[in-house]
């Protein structure tokens, strides 16, 4: 057993310092607690804040911490760290960021996740210098619901704080000397030691369950090394790439870890960076919880698959009509308007296609059946029902505008056939029958989204812009636009073809820009075109994916480059780099980015 946890340190402790030249953050949790930490200057500039910006625990209704700040004494007087550090990833799960003086005085401070429900944070010095440590707390946030800090008080070597959700947080101090001490003023926590120190904060539902993971951290002589065993067995309960570059294996563990930190029990937000929120809180997309879901199946990561494939089944999460899951929700499963990017209450079939192969492909991992058949008949018949005179289905998908879309209709046309297997065993040859039929006729129809000009697939619209409320509306004239999200079709399980391959070798000639990111699509509205002609990262990383399938490792392997060169301070995917280069958008990182990059990874490997 020793050897085996020597190898895991030997394993995980291999560093690679690479960092991409985005501003960002890190992703750090352990399925029920994240956090959202940066100490880039860049981030530091727009937000106000530096070190742990976010903290979630259980759900994302609520973010209890605001701002987190280290501090070294210089001439005697305590000087905080702001300009410009030095930021890496020490291993994949942990972030560390070093400042130097003027005098040449170092700080170094690490951050990484505990399984016991802890974020860890120590600070070092090479000199032992006095430090401090300060976190502010958030004392209100009003969301649907007004949540406020309803007790803070300090002990011997702990701060206990709770909020009116009922959510405990415990901050252990770990300090060496008689001599370290802590003060609370206001919401604010100071933590200070002549020396080097480390600090856990803990979550938990009471005082007693904090009390508890505390008196485990007390007994533990390394919580860091806990942390890095415990994340180390992670990573090798999946699958690892075989024989890739330590680049390429550093950016995989990274955003792997960044994508399953973002899970907490299910729930998984687009972003945590506050760029995409409905009323304050991260936004629940079915559509990305899914993305991320086969991410993890592939990965053999079974476990996160299934929390997030049964979370969506959860009667209590509303349908915006039987079979049909709204756009987005907001972090208390509601759905309701008043988010950042597209409406709500956009039809966005594709996410009942992506359900059923998830459910499908997990059953073939495993032999259990994470839905009943009843629920896969919902969404499936909703899908029936939706195929309009053309043979085919007209919604948002996965550009949140209305057309006819290659990426939903094949990948529908795919979960149709599979869900007319899945009503065969079940013995219901009805079912069966109805299902192969609509998948034939959607197939069939394909064509029908073929531009006659460049002969490669389009989403089929029949305006050019949305309402001013940003509804989808109809006109009556079709307008061909390029979209790359077709290849999510395949990547789903459609059959590669013919139209697939010209539109791919035409994306490459006419999408591609700052050497190698991928575009999403296209449109006469400016504001529109202006987001979608950025350089997607999980456009990029489906190019890697889909030329794998087709044997082009060469170009695969050329995106592959562009999404590890690009990445952000931390290693991690943002959303997009902005048309002109001059920035990444503020989602930095997204967390579908970083699974698909994770997967593509994993699959350039595997070929």
């Known amino acids: 057993m020793k050897t085996v946890l020597l190898l895991l340190f030997s394993f995980i402790l291999q560093t690679t310092s690479f960092s991409g030249p985005w501003k960002g953050m890190a992703i750090l949790g352990n399925g029920k607690l994240t956090a ?157 030691s002549p020396g080097n120190f480390e600090l856990a904060i803990v979550a938990g539902d009471s005082e007693k369950d904090v009390l508890k993971k505390i008196a485990s951290l007390k007994k533990d002589k390394n919580p860091f090394n806990t942390a890095n065993q415990h994340w180390a067995k992670w990573i090798q309960t999946g699958k690892l790439p075989k024989n890739a570059s330590a680049e390429d ?195 069939a129809n394909l064509a029908r989204m073929i531009n006659p000009e460049t002969g490669i697939y389009a989403d089929v619209r029949t305006i050019d812009r949305k309402a001013e409320d940003g509804t989808s509306i109809e006109g009556s004239k079709p307008t061909y636009m390029w979209g790359t999200a077709a290849l999510f079709g395949v990547l789903w399980g459609y059959p590669d073809h013919e139209t697939m391959q010209k539109s791919m070798d035409w994306y490459a000639k006419n999408t591609v820009i700052l050497g190698g990111g991928m575009q999403y699509f296209t449109s006469p509205d400016g504001g529109l075109a202006g987001y979608g002609q950025a350089a997607f990262f999980f456009m990029t990383a489906a190019a890697v994916q889909y030329e794998l399938i087709r044997g082009n490792k060469k170009q695969a392997r050329y995106y592959l480059d562009w999404l590890i060169a690009n990445s952000n301070s931390y290693g991690l995917m943002p959303e997009r780099i902005y048309p002109d280069g001059s920035d990444c958008s503020p989602a930095t990182p997204l967390t579908w980015c970083c699974g698909e990059t994770a997967l593509a990874i994993l699959k350039y490997s595997d070929k």
């Open 36 to 192: 959202v930490y940066s100490d880039d200057a860049r981030i530091q500039k727009q937000s106000g804040a530096l070190g742990i910006q976010h903290l979630y625990y259980k759900n994302y209704t609520m973010d209890y911490i605001r701002h987190s700040q280290a501090s070294i004494v210089v001439d005697k007087v305590f000087t905080p760290q702001t300009e410009n550090p030095s930021i890496s990833m020490k291993n994949f799960h942990t972030a560390q960021s070093e400042w130097t003086q003027p005098n040449g005085e170092k700080l170094v401070v690490a951050v990484t996740s505990h399984p016991n429900d802890a974020v860890l944070v120590s600070l070092s010095n090479p000199n032992k210098t006095s430090m401090r440590y300060e976190i502010t707390l958030r004392k209100k946030k009003t969301t649907s619901v007004v949540t406020t800090l309803d007790k803070l008080e300090k002990n011997d070597d702990w701060f206990h704080a709770v909020w009116s959700d009922k959510t405990h947080l415990g901050f252990l101090f770990q300090g060496k000397k008689k001599s370290d001490f802590l003060l609370l003023t206001d919401s604010v926590l100071t933590f200070m």
């Open 249 to 443: 294996l550093e950016s995989y563990k990274r955003n792997l870890y960044a994508a399953r930190s973002a899970n907490i029990q299910g729930h998984v937000p687009a972003d945590l960076t506050g760029q995409f929120v409905t009323q304050g809180m991260p936004q629940l997309y079915p559509r990305d919880a899914m993305m991320s879901a086969r991410v993890f199946l592939e990965t053999g990561h079974l476990e996160e698959a299934k929390q997030i494939i049964t979370f969506w089944k959860n009667p209590s999460i509303p349908q915006k009509s039987k079979g049909e899951w709204y756009a987005r929700y907001n972090a208390f499963s509601e759905a309701v308007n008043g988010g950042d990017g597209a409406r709500y209450d956009e039809p966005e079939w594709d996410a009942n296609g992506y359900y059923i192969e998830l459910l499908d492909r997990y059953h073939e991992k495993t032999g259990k059946w994470l839905a009943k058949p009843e629920f896969v008949y919902e969404l499936m018949d909703f899908l029936v029902a939706r195929i309009n005179e053309k043979g085919l289905l007209y919604e948002g998908g996965i550009i949140e505008w209305t057309g006819f879309l290659p990426s939903t209709n094949l990948t529908c046309a795919k979960a149709l056939k599979t869900a007319s297997k899945l009503a065969k065993s079940w013995k219901n040859p009805a079912k069966a029958a109805a299902y192969l039929k609509a998948s034939e006729t959607i197939s």
